[in-house]
């Protein structure tokens, strides 16, 4: 579950936001398709790819052998520190769509009617970095994060 949860908590603020394919600018609000790419042996994932709705069918084929990939459908959001006066784009509703782990080149698509003990990616190796923007240090960061994750809790268990 930590690399589903931790998609919840994925900025957008270090990707370029513009489709790869039809370079059309993507805006808030804007339903997109990520390419997520974890090198074997590294640490964290890098979005590769982002790409428009219209554009989103052939993402398998970026899929390699010697790295561990997702691919994650999503809106565009934002997130703002009103302390600092700072926003960024984050990735809004994450669905996990495909998971290829670093022994193949191919993927496994989700069944998004998988219960909550299911984690199809249980068979990754890393997590998912979430210290990319600058202004943030990872220390502010993580203290945020926490506080997500506790929200988050909180309003499961009520």
Known sequence: MEITNALHHLTLADAPLN???CNETLTDGDEILCHL????GE????ITQIRCLAHSDDMESLLT?????LLVAGRIGRC???ATQQSWPVL???????????????G???NMQSSDDDDPAESLTVGIDHTTTEGNTP???????ARWDQSATTAEGE
């Open 19 to 21: 489709c790869q394919v």
């Open 65 to 69: 052998l010697g790295t561990e990939e």
């Open 108 to 110: 496994k698509e989700i």
């Open 80 to 82: 703002s520190d009103q």
């Open 92 to 106: 809004l509703a994450p669905d996990l769509r495909v998971v290829s782990s670093a022994a193949t080149a191919t």
């Open 43 to 46: 640490t964290g994932y890098d």
């Open 37 to 40: 790419q974890c090198p074997a």
């Open 139 to 145: 220390n502010r960061q993580e203290t945020t994060l």
